[in-house]
């Protein structure tokens, strides 16, 4: 056991690595230290970790070698493939997954996630003659929220893009690659049919066949804020349930004969239904952790040799991380073997405690134990109700709703039917649970998990009670964490990585400012924003009526008691709701003042004319922001505020565009750093080349948030200012320079 978890640290070591180590060193010193150490214990033990890191080391130059050429990015091609997975339906079209044909005319990545804005219909397995253009896989990057790019990069997304309008049906053979996939799409399709269209069908269909892409994020939220979204996806549980009917049916049909090994028949069966049970939804990781580990036993079992469930459980993991090392970069890898380890560690605990009730609320407290740290740390949020939820939930899904579900697979039309109604009632639960309480954790510094994971380990083993003390008191800090606030007088910045948009968070000792809140759902980047920072309660500010800047105000003051809201012009929130912004509106917080520049009551012209000017001054410096202000305002702001206008930092007009941020402009301001909020690879081109130039010829220095994620300046320190960049260097994100030349 010693050996392989030394060779699992190597792997999960180094794909968390920012640059991965030279893996032929690595191999190298394995293979000359081999033969002198391999009788030593500790030597051989280290001899496992760099095994691990070379293997790993391989498996991240092969991915780096299949990457989208740089020259290829942004330009329009011709290409063939087939569609694999289950397409994904969104407000915005849909979303696919692609293999291109490995002997077209351009070097592409194996697999490529494609948009069809046109939302037409995509047929699992079909193959297609496409014309696309394509980007590098990239993602925002900031304090909090979804990192797609990490994502990406674990799920073998190498670039992404968008169809075009070619798009020619090719032939496909019925019995080729794909016929999995045709046939999960089918069996959905029916469920559908079965059921009605709706999240009753979606549910059943995600724990039937895995198949999730219907379940909507209103849904998703509701999920989380009860605790229950591992119910939702085909888990052990569910695979282990099949697996142990077959076990039962065969022994029970083969008893009769047992010169025919029942025994050994009834295991080879159950673990061949749990396999095919794997494929057919998916192949995640929590899928792969129970097939192994159900295969670590069966093989046990057919040697008649006994295994502890620790050494089944490693077997898994280390399988797992063989076949797929950057199976570690993803938060269902750490829930799935970490949920399992937890109630495997405290089986001792257990038999202390006999009896189905004791048994059942140990299960579930270690469970929760288990989950509290990689949901604080990952997610930022822990309900309170989700021990009960989970009580409730799990048995309720495992024991009537999946085995159902299953049997919806068959042809007839009741088990669907009574699933359907049966996921009408377990959402109903969730939506009434969802409404209870949440536990936001602030952003937490990295010194704090490793104290919180020895405390966990600490309440999970079946210790003595002055160490589950020491636990206790080592998950405090945790607990007791709150995000830090900037003293009186300074100003904290956050300029979000929100795509092509923009959002800004001001901080000052116990007051906080969001300035627009750019495009889409408040849940993917602002929310969590906010929440990581401690910015529960902020006032707002919508610069203009334009959806990259006010287009998710409206899930913000649905999840946050908004103090104050100012707007630009009418429409970006309820009037009743909002003061309008006019010039002269000026306040102090906390030594930190408020001024706005724009717009005058009688201001005339299109939306980005009426954008609010804010300028924000600590004693001894300012930032000076202007939405979507064009160059007819930045005139006008320049004769009547003139050197009144100076600011260290200057967030640029309108994303960068030539249309903003003049020579007379910058000239006025004097910034000494500029910022640029633009969307990666945005199909305006933001920032303009003639901004760059303006900016390169004052010698200023430039930040952006496509290049180096969110942003955070502190103002009024006397250091000076300071600044951090939010997207730290790491080998799965594309390299800058080539992304640069595509454009």
């Known amino acids: 056991m010693e050996k392989l978890i030394a060779l699992c640290l190597g792997l999960v070591l180094c794909v968390w690595l920012p640059a991965p180590p030279d893996w032929h060193l690595l191999l190298a010193a394995v293979i000359a230290g081999w033969p002198l150490w391999w009788r030593r214990r500790l030597p051989l033990l280290l001899m496992c970790l760099l095994l691990g890191m070379a293997w790993a080391g391989w498996r991240i130059d092969q991915r780096l070698a299949q990457r989208l050429p740089a020259t290829l990015v942004g330009v329009p091609l011709q290409i063939s493939g087939q569609v694999v997975e289950l397409p994904r339906r969104s407000e915005f079209g849909v979303r696919l997954r692609l293999v291109p044909d490995a002997d077209g005319p351009h070097p592409l990545p194996p697999l490529l996630e494609l948009n069809d804005y046109a939302g037409r219909e995509w047929p699992a397995g079909s193959r297609w003659q496409l014309q696309v253009r394509l980007r590098q896989a990239h993602g925002a990057a900031n304090v909090a929220g979804f990192d797609a790019a990490r994502w990406y990069w674990s799920e073998g997304v190498l670039a992404s893009g968008s169809i075009g309008k070619l798009r020619q049906p090719l032939a496909t053979a019925t019995w080729g690659p794909g016929w999995l996939d045709r046939w999960r799409q089918a069996l959905v399709a029916r469920l559908y049919r079965t059921i009605g269209p709706g999240r009753d069908a979606a549910l059943v269909a995600a724990l039937a066949l895995g ?6 994020r209103p849904q998703w939220q509701a999920l989380a804020a009860t605790g229950l979204t591992h119910v939702v996806s085909v888990s052990g549980l569910h695979i282990s349930l099949l697996a142990g009917l077959v076990f039962w049916l065969v022994r029970r049909l083969l008893r009769r004969w047992p010169q025919s090994q029942p025994q050994r028949l009834a295991l080879l069966a159950g673990l061949l239904a749990a396999l095919g049970y794997a494929l057919l939804a998916g192949f995640s990781v929590p899928t792969q952790r129970t097939v192994w580990m159900l295969a670590a036993t069966v093989a046990a079992l057919w040697q008649l040799r006994s295994l502890s469930a620790w050494q089944v459980w490693l077997a898994a993991l280390s399988v797992v991380l063989l076949l797929d090392p950057f199976a570690a970069l993803a938060a269902g890898f750490w829930l799935s073997f970490g949920l399992v380890g937890a109630l495997i560690a405290g089986e001792t605990g257990l038999r202390a405690h006999p009896g189905y009730w004791p048994a059942l609320l140990g299960a579930q407290w270690r469970a929760t134990l288990a989950s509290l740290l990689p949901l604080a740390a990952m997610f930022g949020q822990w309900p309170w109700l989700s021990p009960l939820a989970n009580a409730v939930g799990i048995p309720l899904v495992s024991l009537l709703l999946t085995p159902l579900a299953l049997l919806s697979l068959l042809p007839w039309g009741w088990p669907a039917q009574a699933a359907g109604w049966l996921a009408h009632g377990f959402w109903l639960g969730v939506d009434w649970l969802a409404a209870g309480p949440q536990w936001w954790f602030p952003a937490l510094p990295w010194l704090l998990l490793p104290a919180a994971l020895l405390g966990s380990l600490c309440l999970l083993l079946p210790l003595a009670r002055g160490l589950r003390l020491a636990g206790v008191l080592l998950l405090l800090p945790l607990l007791l964490y709150r995000a830090p606030r900037p003293p009186a007088g300074e100003l904290w910045l956050e300029v979000l990585d929100v795509g092509q948009g923009l959002a800004v968070l001001l901080q000052t000792a116990q007051h906080d400012l969001l300035f627009d809140t750019g495009a889409g759902d408040a849940g993917r980047v602002v929310l969590p924003v906010l929440r990581a920072l401690g910015a529960t309660g902020p006032a707002l500010m919508l610069s203009h009526h334009d959806a990259d800047h006010d287009g998710a105000a409206s899930g913000v003051l649905a999840a946050l008691p908004v103090r104050g809201i100012w707007r630009g012009q009418p429409g970006s929130v309820p009037e009743h709701a909002a003061t309008p912004c006019r010039a002269g509106q000026s306040w102090v917080w906390d030594d930190v003042r408020f001024d706005v520049l724009w717009p005058h009551a009688d201001t005339a012209g299109d939306d980005n004319s009426h954008s609010c000017v804010l300028r924000v001054a600590t004693w001894r410096q300012a930032v000076l922001l202007s939405g979507d202000a064009p160059l007819a305002v930045e005139e006008e702001l320049v004769r009547r505020y003139g050197a009144a206008l100076r600011s ?10 030539r249309s903003a941020s003049a020579d007379a402009w910058l000239d006025t301001v004097r910034p000494q750093l500029a910022i640029i909020s633009a969307g990666y690879g945005n199909r305006y081109r933001h920032p303009h ?21 969110a942003l955070q300046l502190r103002l009024g320190q006397g250091q000076g200012l300071v600044l951090r960049a939010r997207r730290q260097p790491a080998y799965w994100l594309p390299p800058w320079p080539a992304e640069a030349a595509g454009r």
């Open 211 to 216: 198949a999730q892409q219907d379940i909507g």
């Open 648 to 657: 260290q930092v200057l967030v640029l007009g309108h994303h960068g565009s």
């Open 689 to 709: 080349p003639v901004v760059l130039q303006r900016l390169a010829e004052r010698g200023l220095a430039v930040w952006r948030t496509d290049r180096d994620g």
